[in-house]
C-alpha cells in the first residue's frame, strides 16, 4: 500500500514539474502577433493570460501552447475582458 501511494506522489510531482518546466520556458518564448487569417497549429494549449480588467474592455492577452511538433508556441492577440461576461 505504501508502495503504490509513493508512486502516486512521485508521479504527482513529476507532473507538477512539466508544467512548471513549460510555464518557466514559455516566459522565454516570444510570442507572435497574432493576424487575420493566419495558420495556427495548435496541439495543446499551455496557459492562457490576459491583462487584468474590472472593465468591460478589449485586453491585451496571450496563449502559450505546443505546436503538432511539440515545439512551444506563444500568440498575442486582443479580446473582450473576462469581466465581459456578466454583460448583455
Same mark, same amino acid.
Given at each position: 500500500?505504501?508502495?503504490?501511494?509513493?508512486? =502516486?506522489?512521485?508521479?504527482?510531482?513529476? =507532473?507538477?514539474?512539466? *508544467?512548471?518546466?513549460?510555464?518557466?520556458?514559455?516566459?522565454?518564448?516570444?510570442?507572435?502577433?497574432?493576424?487575420?487569417?493566419?495558420?495556427?497549429?495548435?496541439?495543446? +494549449? *499551455?496557459?492562457?493570460?490576459?491583462?487584468?480588467?474590472?472593465?468591460?474592455? +478589449? +485586453?491585451?492577452?496571450?496563449?502559450?501552447?505546443?505546436?503538432?511538433?511539440?515545439?512551444?508556441?506563444?500568440?498575442?492577440?486582443?479580446?473582450?475582458?473576462?469581466?465581459?461576461?456578466?454583460?448583455?
Amino acid at each position: 500500500m505504501k508502495l503504490a501511494s509513493l508512486g =502516486t506522489a512521485f508521479l504527482l510531482a513529476a =507532473t507538477f514539474n512539466i *508544467v512548471s518546466l513549460a510555464a518557466h520556458a514559455a516566459e522565454r518564448v516570444a510570442p507572435e502577433p497574432y493576424r487575420y487569417g493566419m495558420h495556427l497549429d495548435i496541439n495543446k +494549449v *499551455v496557459s492562457l493570460r490576459e491583462a487584468p480588467s474590472a472593465l468591460c474592455q +478589449v +485586453v491585451d492577452a496571450r496563449m502559450d501552447y505546443l505546436d503538432s511538433k511539440g515545439r512551444l508556441q506563444s500568440l498575442e492577440y486582443r479580446k473582450h475582458s473576462n469581466a465581459c461576461g456578466n454583460e448583455n
